[in-house]
């Protein structure tokens, strides 16, 4: 069983940065497919990027179009932990952000339901 806890949420100005961190524990966190989503109220939940292993046992990266060439996903191995470095902050990307893992290789990465664990959120207020 893995548990995720996530941190580093807040309230930043348009413009702004903030970096996210993921800490997981129970399984063995390098061979676990990570992602982060995020929820805004009203609205499903949503794709942000992925940093998931491959067949090969490399990692495959990938962004929703509304974040890319602002958010980078990273992960240390040897802190279980995976980031989420979010620069250029707009408005709408406030919501509350989710860290998800698996220990599968995934595809369909962008697929919430392809996730099987998941940390509590933590909330992200970007003003104008």
């Known amino acids: 069983q893995v548990q995720l806890v996530e941190s580093g949420g807040g309230l930043v100005q348009a413009g702004g940065s903030l970096r996210l961190s993921c800490a997981a524990s129970?399984?063995?966190?390098?061979?676990?497919?990570m992602a982060w989503f995020r929820q805004s109220p009203g609205n499903k939940r949503e794709f942000v990027a992925a940093?998931?292993?491959?067949?090969?046992?490399?990692?495959?990266?990938n962004y929703a179009d509304s974040v890319k060439g602002r958010f980078t996903i990273s992960r240390d191995n040897a802190k279980n932990t995976v980031y989420l470095q979010m620069n250029s902050l707009k408005p709408e990307d406030t919501a509350v952000y989710y860290c998800?893992?698996?220990?599968?290789?995934?595809?369909?990465?962008?697929?919430?339901?392809?996730?099987?664990?998941w940390g509590q959120g933590t909330q992200i207020t970007v003003s104008s």
């Open positions: 940093l998931r292993r491959s067949s090969s046992n490399l990692y495959n990266i």
């Open positions: 129970g399984g063995t966190f390098s061979t676990h497919s």
């Open positions: 998800a893992a698996d220990e599968r290789i995934i595809q369909f990465y962008s697929d919430y339901a392809r996730y099987t664990y």
